[in-house]
Every structure is written in C-alpha cells, then in structure tokens.
C-alpha cells in the first residue's frame, strides 16, 4: 500500500516548519526548504544540496512538491499564453499568462467553475465544482514560473511580474484559499511578488470586501458593467443581494485604496445594453468621491452568448466622457481571443459528482 504524502505547496511558511519539526528537523530548514520550492523552484528533493541525502531521503518519504498536471498549453499569434491545468482529483481549471513589452500578466483561477451566472462571461455557464485549494492557486503560479523559465532570476529580468485574481470563480466566494495562497506568493523570501502587484477582481461580495483590504492590502478590482440594478441585476445577479449603492459604499471604505492605488472598475462593452452616452454619465456620478479608474473591455465572443461588442466609434466615445470627468478610461486590449484565452472566455469541461457538496466561505453548501 503506497503512502500518502503531503504535498508542501500551500502550506503557509508556520505549517511547513510544523510539519518538518514533526519529523525531527531543526528550524533552520524550513527556511532552506522554503526558499528551495520558492526561490529556485526545485521539485526534487534531491536536488536541495544544502541539505544531507539522509534527509532528503526523509523528506521524499513523507513529501511531496508537486504541481497541478498540463492538460494543455496554448499560446496565440499574439504571444498570450494558456495553460489547462488539470488536478489529482480530474478537475480542470484554466490559467492565461499576458505579456507586454515590459512586463507580463498571470490570470489566476480561484475556483472549477463559477456560481454567479454572470451571463455575459463563459465561465458563468458552467457550474461551480468545487474550491481550489491554496496549494492548487499557488501551482498555477508555479507552472508559470516553470513554462516561462523564470525561477531564480533577478526581478527585473523577470516578464512575469504581475498576478490578476481574475480567472475562473469569484475569489471572495473562497477567501480562506486566496488569502492563503497570496500570503505564500507573497513572502519576500520566496516567489516575493508585492502586494502592489497583485489585483484581486470581484463581482462585488460586500461583506468581504474590507476584509480584503484590510488583511492583504492588494490592489481591488470591481467587476460593474451597468450603471442601474435593473440592469446590473441581469448581468451581474449577485447585484440582487448586493446593489450598486451597496457596492460602492464598500469600496469607499476600501482600507488599501488611496490615490496611487486605485480601485479599478472593469467594464465589459456590450452593444445597445450599457454602451450609451447616458450610462457613461452616470457611471461617472456613480465613482465621486472613490479612487478610482476604469478599464472598458471589449467584449469577447463565445458560442451561443446572446450579445455583440460595442463598436470602436462608441467605445472611444464612452472613454471620452469618462476620460473628461477625470477618471483614467483605457480600454482593454483583446489578448488571446483567438486561444479563447481573453477575458470572459475561460472554460473547462469539469463536472460536480452527483450529490458533492460546495461551501463558499461560511455560507451554507450548494448541492
């Protein structure tokens, strides 16, 4: 009967040294072992040379370093990168790698799935599966560190410098997971990516939001695309349970905004929906008094969505108004669409078993 071993990605730095101290290793090593997995991004223990082959012997009995399994990997005529990552237990999850000349982008997954229904997003049609854990948030990271060939380099020879909690699932939905999983990305002594580097995106879980804030201090990203619940209430239904109002009060509050790090509001552009000269206007009333800039995102296709992209004439003009009030209105990019890689386009073909059960946060499961 094989043994089950503990895999150590996404045990925070104390729980690493508990598990170690267990098995008769000094303090010392963890740090060591620490900045082996983080820093250099071994996965053999063998080849953590500052520590005797008895002991990595001992450690390779009872762990593991593993990462999530490349189903696929997918780069664009554009150079954005897709990986399908899939997990011991079959589930799949999708995490996109965006480049720019001087720097690059990772669009981290939070879940299998999503239960938000946003019906303008891809994701929004498959069910949530389950949570990820923190060790399978901070693998996806891994994998990129490892297909782009950046471990131990020096940050500035780095293109990978930027993490975006906004792949698949809704990050405060599993707020224990992703607090974990950034306070490992963060370490200063490991993968050591900045707070201020990292933006977790969110359709707007009030409650959660100065939470957030308060005990990661990354940068927030608010996903708004309507102006009016009516309408918001369609796109975005967790708007039914948390209304505009509501939302923008949480952000005012938002313990790390200030005016170098604004809170960014994502705005999808959807044509004849909430593209018009009107909605631009009241989006602009809408952020008085908030730190603020907005990203307008071309929408991007996916089979059988009931909706068209606003046309370049009309989104150039909704920047204008934006731009004019004083707000920062640079639209988006299209990365990778033709990979379905581009934001709103992100999908795997996982499935909940008959009858598993899904907690989000502290609410009650959804079966």
Not at 322 to 332: D, E, H, K, T
Request: glycine residues 6%.
């Amino acid at each position: 009967m094989n043994k089950i071993k503990t895999n150590l990605i996404g045990l925070t730095r104390e729980e690493l040294a508990g598990k170690l101290k267990t098995l008769g290793f000094e303090s010392f090593r963890a740090k060591q072992i620490w900045q082996w997995i983080y820093v250099k991004g071994v996965t053999d223990f063998a080849r953590m040379s500052s520590i005797a082959k008895e002991s990595q012997a001992k450690l390779a009995e009872h762990f593991t370093v593993d990462r999530p399994t490349i189903a696929k990997d997918l780069v664009s005529f554009d150079h954005t990168r897709k990986w399908l990552l899939e997990f011991p237990d079959g589930n799949k999850v999708e995490t996109v790698f965006i480049p720019e000349e001087d720097r690059g982008a990772l669009c981290v997954s939070s879940q299998v799935g999503c239960t938000l229904t946003c019906t303008f997003c891809h994701t929004g049609t498959m069910p949530l599966v389950r949570n990820l854990t923190a060790g399978d948030i901070v693998g996806q990271v891994m994998i990129a560190r490892d297909g782009l060939n950046e471990w131990n380099k020096k940050r500035e020879d780095c293109l990978f410098t930027n993490i975006v909690m906004m792949g698949m699932g809704e990050p405060l939905f599993n707020y224990e997971n992703v607090a974990r999983a950034l306070t490992i990305i963060m370490d200063g002594e490991g993968i050591a990516i900045s707070k201020r580097r990292i933006t977790l995106s969110t359709s707007g879980v009030v409650p959660m939001i100065e939470r957030c804030g308060r005990e990661l201090g990354v940068n927030l990203a608010i996903s708004m695309h309507a102006v009016r619940d009516e309408l918001r209430d369609e796109l975005v239904p967790l708007n039914k349970k948390y209304p505009i109002a509501e939302l923008l009060e949480a952000c005012r509050n938002y313990p790390a905004a200030n005016n170098a790090r604004r809170i960014t509001f994502e705005y999808v552009m959807l044509k004849g929906i909430n593209d018009s000269d009107t909605d631009a206007r009241e989006l602009v009333r809408l952020l008085k008094d908030i730190h603020a800039k907005v990203n307008l995102i071309p929408w991007n296709p996916w089979p059988g969505a009931p909706y068209e992209t606003s046309s370049k004439t009309r989104i150039d003009t909704f920047a204008r108004i934006v731009n004019a009030a004083g707000y920062s209105s640079p639209v988006r990019k299209t990365r990778g669409q033709d990979i379905f890689a581009a934001c709103g386009q992100l999908k795997s073909d996982s499935e909940r078993k008959k009858g598993e059960k899904v907690w989000l946060g502290n609410s009650q499961p959804i079966t």
